[in-house]
């Protein structure tokens, strides 16, 4: 199974940065995103070569940015490292979570835990296989 989790010091720069003249920040973002990642991954984990489910949860302390606009810049940072391209991901639940908010962890990771410690704003990433492809209405 695979399960790979990050944490990296927010907040996210949008997709959209590019689009404003502001391409620059965009590669630094994507950059800074992967040379997280690198520092979680272990050489004991494989890279997924099937469907992956990519979720992102944002714990903010004030919110400037839209869910959607959050997503591509991480999918590319982390591609090549934790899935082998971008188009495994078949499933995405992406989140935002103000952390002077009211809401409830459940199962809290060791790596999520140390994303609290750090008391500022914070995305939570991680990869895992995907669920079954079953299509419910």
Do not use: H
Request: net charge neutral; hydrophobic share 35%; glycine share 6%.
């Amino acid at each position: 199974m695979t399960r790979f989790e990050v944490i990296v010091d927010g907040p996210p720069v949008s997709q959209q940065a590019r689009n404003r003249g502001k391409g620059n920040r965009l590669q630094d973002w994507k950059k800074t995103v992967r040379q997280e990642a690198e520092k979680y991954w272990s050489s004991e984990q494989k890279i997924a070569t099937g469907l992956v489910m990519l979720q992102i949860t944002y714990f903010y302390d004030s919110d400037q940015m839209d869910v959607d606009n959050i997503v591509k810049p991480i999918q590319d940072a982390i591609k090549g490292l934790a899935y082998i391209d971008d188009k495994q991901v078949s499933d995405l639940v992406v989140r935002k979570r103000n952390l002077s908010g009211n809401f409830k962890v459940e199962n809290m990771t060791s790596i999520l835990a140390e994303g609290f410690d750090r008391r500022k704003q914070f995305l939570y990433i991680v990869v895992i296989d995907a669920p079954d492809q079953e299509v419910l209405t």
